[in-house]
């Protein structure tokens, strides 16, 4: 009867033990998704490619300094 005794609670202490463990992974959050990619275009007049944000964009084109759109605008 002991012995019975015994085994139920240490059936129940796994049972409890092994619950709240999978309650942990269960609520850890969602790591977050890696950014979308950039867009990436090529300055009009060297060629040079860099990303969308990163260009100067005029009526003439896309350029990747103030220098390169002057120079197009002559």
Known sequence: MKL???LLVVLF???LWRSRRL???R???T???PPAPAAIVAC???GVHLPQADALTSATGVYCSHAHRQQAQR
Do not use: T
Request: aromatic share 6%; net charge neutral.
């Open 13 to 15: 202490g796994v049972w």
């Open 4 to 6: 019975l005794l015994v």
């Open 23 to 25: 309650d942990g992974k």
């Open 31 to 33: 790591p977050p998704s």
């Open 27 to 29: 609520a850890r959050p």
């Open 44 to 46: 009009d007049v060297c």
